[in-house]
């Protein structure tokens, strides 16, 4: 089975949803895999949502479907992100 991998954006001061910045399967996602390791972007693992993300069309916001989905996404990654902090303090 190939890989699979969507980036998502989140400006909350511009947009009302997050959007996908990049997706794609194979090789695409080893690249945006490999892309959000160098700049330390944790990388979260969800089949179903990323089967989601895959058919939307880059830099258009979520549709409402998956706003649950995608929040908990960004509450993981908050609470990920404060443990990193707590740790290098």
């Known amino acids: ?3 699979k991998a969507a980036a998502l ?3 909350h001061k511009e947009r009302s949803a997050p959007k996908v910045i990049a997706s794609g399967e ?3 996602a080893k690249k ?3 892309k959000a390791q160098e700049f330390d972007v944790p990388i979260f693992a969800n089949e ?3 089967n989601s993300l895959l058919d939307l069309e880059i830099d258009k916001e979520i549709p409402a479907e998956l706003y649950k989905a995608v929040a908990d996404v960004f509450v993981w990654l908050m609470h ?3 443990k990193f902090q707590e740790l290098k303090s």
């Open 1 to 3: 089975m190939p890989k």
């Open 9 to 11: 954006q989140y400006e």
């Open 26 to 28: 194979g090789e695409l």
């Open 32 to 34: 945006i895999i490999q």
């Open 48 to 50: 179903m949502l990323v």
């Open 80 to 82: 990920n992100e404060k």
